[in-house]
């Protein structure tokens, strides 16, 4: 494995010239570690070593103060001495020349297999480190050469890696390589290093970007169409080579995500495709990653003609206007500091921060995008070579370029020195004393007081030509703060700002925010759609913060967005309408299932840009009209079934919106909801009706009626809740079977009816389910026949029937059907609510019903407002004993809801303060159900509410905070609780 040294030499003649002094943070712990290290060479036989070790000089005092400030190079030391030892032969710049002949050589050896490739590049990755920081920390390598020493050593990493995995498919069959001694040549593989390594400006412990293309052309494609999954397999293979950690540490950690569209294209793409995607939905800040762009490994000819192909995609011919703009709307993105407030030093992302090194990189890649097409001068890869070109042409001043430069140096010196103590990718200055102490002397400064002091006056000074550069673009985010999407590494800043305004995942948002302006969806596929998403972005996000759940309303916009079909309205819309704006926002932060409705069928959306919406009233009249209006015409059965559901989704989304808008109260939204549900349901009978009849025919005097159950009854119907039927039909006694081309006898004829109708209502179709079913509630529940004859019905109301069923028909209301029928049967339902019982066994069975529910079906928690004792239940076995015992005070005609039936309890039954105190509860219930239903698909989670929905919950019930809120459903429970016992417990004992 090891390189063929040179014959040792039996002078002691040391080969690194320190440049520097060093100060160590503490000079007896460093001499001790030295110390230790020239124990670990006398236990490798490295005699030599461990003499000059032991000595006194100035090359010990620097070696002792560099293996005390950087545990990684002491520990490296430590286990491989014998990397010290080696520059007695020769020095750094030879020794790395060597190391990388090694590596070409390691990847085309006969016996070479993936395991001993690895472990051989993570031990020659180990060595060149150590002495590439060993001559930076010593100042014998200036930061230039620093960096063009770790992009040499990636490539060649990357390319040993390449031509092993060529050689090992050309072997297997799987390509076919025209000279298997030069693999690459020819291969179709194109590796292009992007952004540092591109530029061959990597840092210590950096990434490395790779974008993977193939050309299915290549003389070394056996199967073109197979060449897809081939490459993407090569490359993970790649991956694993470069980036797995074993017992020998890693290579080089890899990232792929810079290629087009991560999120839905393979690990390799075809060129055409790759091309075919920049030129068509190409973003201006993959024009700019694109700068950096350069082969790095594979096959290079192909690689350089692939970017010479993208050259008209990256330098725009003309002055580009389109580039300014989208750089100007990027920077109103961004707020410019131009030098005010003060900078911390500890903590500071050297990197991201204010005045750090990506501004550098920015400042110059803009200019390059702007006038690169023009001169091709201005097309260069590496940063501080491009501040001298844009100096040369008078794009920026000669101030400019060599304060930008004498920075940029510096601060890739700072990075450099944080990441070589530990080996650690990251960019943030220490927050301790220490760490900062470590930094300053590792930097040659004499403390840390005097590094802090050159580290602001740096970072002033980048930020000062930084913000200059956009002075004229105006701020459309003012307030909001600093903002900024571009490029694939977050801006540290924008994760404060996006922290700010209330996102508890800011990481996550900039990479939703730049898939939702990718031109992936139909929605951003112009230009002009993805200029005003941009735009709108700031009050998006500080809209989507103010509902609390901010994470998760982005992610719901993004699902949204995927699937409009234009956005350019939507956006302009949103941009001028704030009020709009919010409520958007409120949807997608507090209320869940409104937000699935709108994201599964944006069509919905329409609904809400018609500005009467807040003002109309959504009553039986209004629907009944819309209704009629969308449905009207000669329909196919299918068609009409199709836009009844598209009608009900839109409408209870409407209806939603008025509520959580605080246009109508959760009462009047109940009535609503069930007016919809009468309406959409009687068209679908008739619709069955009718679609049944061509096939089947008539019954002579056959008639159909649909009597609601429970909260369809009570006319308390929620965004969420099931429907219970009971489909009652009548016919002429003498009546046989029905006039149809396949005739059926009535029972049959009605039964199958009613499962059509089940069909047309709950089956899930493309444009969703009208509403779920429940006919339990029909006389004898599942075991009885889906439709009932009403003598039957009523025989069996007088007869057969449970108290419990009485009680639920205090609930039952006819919502469709034959008129006559529906009449005769509200009559008999009245008739047999007014029956004689007795009182105090209706009292009991109730009473004993409640506890034998409770025990059951015992509440999930304080929330569980249906089950809570206290809780609705409770409320309705009041108000349907009251019915069947003949409590309550008729005024006309028989109600059906819960609370007209507690309004008018009778006297003798409940005073007027408990009368009050269970209207109250009730409203409260009410409120709170149909809010929480309303946005939440499944259960209410007491320990994660959004906070969005907390505070439609205080401001439905008027309450002032939640733990009031809580206090308060608490307190009333307690009291229903009490009521109940009085009313239902007391007077059954």
């Given at each position: 494995?090891?390189?063929?040294?040179?014959?040792?030499?039996?002078?002691?003649?040391?080969?690194?010239?320190?440049?520097?002094?060093?100060l160590?943070?503490?000079?007896?712990?460093?001499?001790?570690?030295?110390?230790?290290?020239?124990?670990?060479?006398?236990?490798?036989?490295?005699?030599?070593?461990?003499?000059?070790?032991?000595?006194?000089?100035?090359?010990?005092?620097?070696?002792?103060?560099?293996?005390?400030?950087?545990?990684?190079?002491?520990d490296?030391?430590?286990?491989?001495?014998?990397?010290?030892?080696?520059?007695?032969?020769?020095?750094?710049?030879?020794?790395?020349?060597?190391?990388?002949?090694?590596?070409?050589?390691?990847?085309?050896?006969?016996?070479?297999?993936?395991?001993?490739?690895?472990?051989?590049?993570?031990?020659?990755?180990?060595?060149?480190?150590?002495?590439?920081a060993?001559?930076?920390?010593?100042?014998?390598?200036?930061?230039?050469?620093?960096?063009?020493?770790?992009?040499?050593?990636?490539?060649?990493?990357?390319?040993?890696?390449?031509?092993?995995?060529?050689?090992?498919?050309?072997?297997?069959?799987?390509?076919?390589?025209?000279?298997?001694?030069?693999?690459?040549?020819?291969?179709?593989?194109?590796?292009?290093?992007?952004?540092?390594?591109?530029?061959?400006?990597?840092?210590?412990?950096?990434?490395?970007?790779?974008?993977?293309?193939?050309?299915?052309?290549?003389?070394?494609?056996?199967?073109?169409?197979?060449?897809?999954?081939?490459?993407?397999?090569?490359?993970?293979?790649?991956?694993?080579?470069?980036?797995?950690?074993?017992e020998?540490?890693?290579?080089?950690?890899?990232?792929?995500?810079?290629?087009?569209?991560?999120?839905?294209?393979?690990?390799?793409?075809?060129?055409?495709?790759?091309?075919?995607?920049?030129?068509?939905?190409?973003?201006?800040?993959?024009?700019?990653?694109?700068?950096?762009?350069?082969?790095?490994?594979g096959?290079?000819?192909?690689g350089?003609?692939?970017?010479?192909?993208?050259?008209?995609?990256?330098?725009?011919?003309?002055?580009?206007?389109?580039?300014?703009?989208?750089?100007?709307?990027?920077?109103?993105?961004?707020?410019?500091?131009?030098?005010?407030?003060?900078?911390?030093?500890?903590?500071?992302?050297?990197?991201?921060?204010?005045?750090?090194?990506?501004?550098?990189?920015?400042?110059?890649?803009?200019q390059?995008?702007?006038?690169?097409?023009?001169?091709?001068?201005?097309?260069?890869?590496?940063?501080?070579?491009?501040l001298?070109?844009?100096a040369?042409?008078?794009?920026?001043?000669a101030?400019?370029?060599d304060?930008?430069?004498?920075?940029?140096?510096?601060?890739?010196?700072?990075?450099?020195a944080?990441?070589?103590?530990?080996d650690?990718?990251?960019?943030?200055?220490?927050?301790?004393?220490?760490?900062?102490?470590?930094?300053?002397?590792?930097?040659?400064?004499?403390?840390?007081?005097?590094?802090?002091?050159?580290?602001?006056?740096?970072?002033?000074?980048?930020?000062?030509?930084?913000?200059?550069?956009?002075?004229?673009?105006?701020?459309?985010?003012?307030?909001?703060?600093?903002?900024?999407?571009?490029?694939?590494?977050?801006?540290?800043?924008?994760?404060?700002t996006?922290?700010?305004?209330?996102?508890?995942?800011?990481?996550c948002?900039?990479?939703?925010?730049?898939?939702?302006?990718?031109?992936?969806?139909?929605?951003?596929?112009?230009?002009?759609?993805?200029?005003?998403?941009?735009?709108?972005?700031?009050?998006?996000?500080?809209?989507?913060?103010?509902?609390?759940?901010?994470?998760?309303?982005?992610?719901?916009?993004?699902?949204?967005?995927?699937?409009?079909?234009?956005?350019?309205?939507?956006?302009?819309?949103?941009?001028?309408?704030?009020?709009?704006?919010?409520?958007?926002?409120?949807?997608m932060?507090?209320?869940?299932?409104?937000?699935?409705?709108?994201?599964?069928?944006?069509?919905?959306?329409?609904?809400?840009?018609?500005?009467?919406?807040?003002?109309e009233?959504?009553?039986?009249?209004?629907?009944?009209?819309?209704?009629?209006?969308?449905?009207?015409?000669?329909?196919?059965?299918?068609?009409?079934?199709?836009?009844?559901?598209?009608?009900?989704?839109?409408?209870?989304?409407?209806?939603?919106?008025?509520?959580?808008?605080?246009?109508?109260?959760?009462?009047?939204?109940?009535?609503?909801?069930?007016?919809?549900?009468?309406?959409?349901?009687?068209?679908?009978?008739?619709?069955?009706?009718?679609?049944?009849?061509l096939?089947?025919?008539?019954?002579a005097?056959?008639?159909?009626?649909?009597?609601?159950?429970?909260?369809?009854?009570?006319?308390?119907l929620?965004?969420?809740?099931?429907?219970?039927?009971?489909?009652?039909?009548?016919?002429d006694?003498?009546?046989?079977?029905?006039?149809?081309?396949?005739?059926?006898?009535?029972?049959?004829?009605?039964?199958?009816?009613?499962?059509?109708l089940?069909a047309?209502?709950?089956?899930?179709?493309?444009?969703?389910?009208?509403?779920?079913?429940?006919?339990?509630?029909?006389?004898?529940?599942?075991?009885?026949?889906?439709?009932?004859?009403?003598?039957?019905?009523?025989?069996?109301?007088?007869?057969?029937?449970?108290?419990?069923?009485?009680?639920?028909?205090?609930?039952?209301?006819?919502?469709?059907?034959?008129?006559?029928?529906?009449?005769?049967?509200?009559?008999?339902?009245?008739?047999?609510?007014?029956?004689?019982?007795?009182?105090?066994?209706?009292?009991?069975?109730?009473?004993?019903?409640?506890?034998?529910?409770?025990?059951?079906?015992?509440?999930?928690?304080?929330?569980?407002?249906?089950?809570?004792?206290?809780?609705?239940?409770?409320?309705?076995?009041?108000?349907?004993?009251?019915?069947?015992?003949?409590?309550?005070?008729?005024?006309?005609?028989?109600?059906?809801?819960?609370?007209d039936?507690?309004?008018?309890?009778?006297?003798?039954?409940?005073g007027?303060?408990?009368?009050?105190?269970?209207?109250d509860?009730?409203?409260?219930?009410?409120?709170?159900?149909?809010?929480?239903?309303?946005?939440l698909?499944?259960?209410?989670?007491?320990?994660d509410?959004?906070?969005?929905?907390?505070?439609?919950?205080?401001?439905?019930?008027?309450?002032?905070d939640?733990?009031?809120?809580?206090?308060?459903?608490k307190?009333?429970?307690?009291?229903?609780?009490?009521?109940?016992?009085?009313?239902?417990?007391?007077?059954?004992?």
């Amino acid at each position: 494995m090891a390189v063929r040294m040179a014959a040792k030499r039996i002078d002691t003649e040391w080969r690194l010239q320190p440049a520097a002094t060093l100060l160590p943070l503490d000079a007896d712990r460093a001499r001790r570690e030295l110390s230790e290290i020239a124990s670990a060479a006398a236990e490798e036989g490295l005699a030599r070593l461990e003499t000059f070790l032991a000595a006194e000089g100035v090359d010990q005092d620097l070696l002792a103060a560099v293996f005390d400030l950087s545990p990684f190079l002491r520990d490296v030391a430590r286990r491989r001495p014998q990397i010290l030892d080696v520059l007695f032969d020769t020095d750094v710049k030879a020794r790395l020349a060597a190391i990388g002949e090694a590596i070409g050589k390691a990847a085309r050896a006969e016996t070479v297999s993936e395991q001993s490739l690895m472990m051989e590049l993570r031990q020659w990755k180990t060595e060149s480190h150590f002495l590439i920081a060993l001559a930076d920390l010593a100042g014998e390598a200036e930061p230039a050469l620093t960096v063009r020493r770790l992009s040499d050593l990636a490539d060649a990493c990357t390319r040993a890696a390449v031509d092993f995995l060529l050689r090992d498919a050309h072997g297997q069959g799987k390509l076919r390589l025209p000279n298997p001694e030069n693999p690459a040549r020819q291969s179709g593989w194109i590796l292009l290093g992007m952004g540092k390594l591109g530029a061959h400006e990597l840092n210590f412990s950096s990434d490395i970007d790779l974008v993977v293309f193939f050309d299915p052309d290549a003389p070394a494609i056996v199967d073109p169409l197979d060449a897809t999954e081939l490459f993407a397999r090569l490359t993970r293979r790649l991956v694993r080579i470069l980036q797995d950690r074993t017992e020998h540490g890693y290579v080089f950690r890899t990232d792929l995500r810079l290629r087009p569209d991560p999120g839905s294209t393979p690990l390799a793409i075809p060129v055409e495709a790759a091309l075919h995607y920049y030129e068509g939905r190409g973003q201006n800040w993959e024009r700019a990653a694109m700068i950096k762009a350069r082969p790095v490994a594979g096959d290079l000819a192909a690689g350089a003609a692939f970017l010479k192909e993208l050259q008209p995609y990256v330098w725009r011919k003309y002055m580009d206007y389109a580039a300014i703009a989208d750089v100007h709307s990027i920077k109103r993105q961004i707020h410019a500091h131009k030098g005010h407030g003060e900078i911390a030093v500890k903590g500071h992302n050297v990197k991201l921060g204010r005045g750090g090194i990506r501004e550098i990189e920015f400042f110059v890649q803009t200019q390059q995008l702007i006038a690169g097409g023009r001169f091709p001068e201005l097309r260069g890869r590496e940063t501080v070579p491009m501040l001298g070109q844009l100096a040369a042409r008078g794009w920026i001043t000669a101030d400019a370029r060599d304060a930008l430069a004498r920075q940029y140096w510096f601060l890739r010196r700072v990075e450099h020195a944080i990441q070589m103590v530990a080996d650690e990718q990251t960019h943030i200055l220490p927050e301790s004393d220490e760490g900062l102490e470590r930094i300053a002397r590792m930097l040659g400064f004499v403390d840390q007081a005097r590094f802090a002091e050159a580290f602001r006056a740096s970072l002033q000074q980048v930020e000062r030509h930084y913000a200059a550069l956009f002075e004229t673009a105006p701020e459309l985010s003012a307030g909001v703060g600093n903002l900024v999407f571009t490029g694939d590494v977050d801006d540290p800043d924008t994760l404060q700002t996006l922290q700010r305004l209330g996102f508890q995942r800011p990481k996550c948002q900039p990479r939703m925010t730049r898939q939702m302006s990718l031109g992936r969806y139909r929605v951003t596929l112009s230009a002009e759609a993805r200029e005003r998403l941009t735009e709108l972005t700031p009050a998006l996000l500080k809209a989507f913060g103010q509902t609390r759940r901010a994470d998760e309303a982005v992610m719901r916009f993004d699902e949204f967005l995927a699937g409009l079909p234009a956005g350019i309205q939507l956006f302009s819309l949103l941009q001028s309408n704030p009020a709009l704006l919010k409520l958007m926002a409120t949807i997608m932060g507090a209320a869940p299932r409104l937000a699935a409705i709108i994201t599964r069928r944006p069509h919905v959306f329409d609904g809400l840009l018609d500005p009467a919406l807040l003002a109309e009233l959504p009553d039986r009249a209004y629907l009944s009209a819309r209704l009629a209006a969308f449905i009207e015409g000669d329909r196919a059965y299918e068609d009409v079934l199709d836009r009844l559901r598209i009608f009900a989704s839109e409408q209870k989304f409407l209806i939603g919106v008025r509520l959580l808008a605080g246009a109508i109260d959760p009462a009047r939204a109940g009535r609503a909801f069930s007016d919809l549900a009468d309406l959409t349901i009687e068209a679908a009978l008739q619709a069955v009706i009718a679609e049944f009849a061509l096939r089947h025919g008539s019954i002579a005097g056959g008639t159909v009626a649909l009597l609601g159950m429970g909260k369809l009854g009570s006319r308390e119907l929620t965004a969420g809740s099931d429907v219970d039927l009971i489909l009652l039909y009548d016919h002429d006694p003498d009546a046989e079977e029905s006039d149809g081309e396949k005739p059926l006898a009535p029972s049959h004829y009605y039964t199958r009816m009613t499962q059509r109708l089940i069909a047309a209502v709950s089956a899930p179709t493309a444009e969703g389910v009208l509403y779920e079913l429940d006919l339990r509630l029909r006389p004898s529940g599942n075991k009885g026949p889906v439709a009932t004859h009403v003598d039957a019905f009523k025989k069996y109301q007088r007869q057969d029937a449970w108290t419990w069923e009485h009680m639920a028909l205090a609930r039952a209301r006819a919502i469709g059907g034959d008129a006559a029928l529906c009449a005769e049967v509200e009559t008999e339902v009245a008739a047999v609510l007014a029956l004689q019982r007795d009182a105090p066994k209706v009292v009991a069975e109730a009473s004993e019903m409640r506890a034998l529910i409770e025990k059951e079906k015992p509440p999930r928690d304080r929330w569980d407002i249906k089950l809570i004792p206290g809780g609705l239940i409770d409320l309705e076995f009041i108000a349907q004993v009251a019915v069947l015992t003949g409590h309550v005070v008729e005024a006309g005609r028989r109600v059906t809801a819960t609370a007209d039936i507690l309004a008018r309890l009778s006297p003798d039954f409940a005073g007027a303060d408990v009368r009050q105190q269970l209207c109250d509860a009730y409203a409260l219930y009410l409120a709170l159900t149909q809010m929480i239903r309303l946005c939440l698909t499944g259960e209410f989670q007491r320990d994660d509410v959004p906070p969005g929905l907390s505070d439609l919950l205080l401001a439905v019930t008027d309450l002032p905070d939640f733990a009031v809120l809580e206090a308060h459903l608490k307190d009333t429970s307690r009291k229903v609780r009490q009521d109940f016992d009085l009313l239902l417990r007391a007077k059954n004992s």
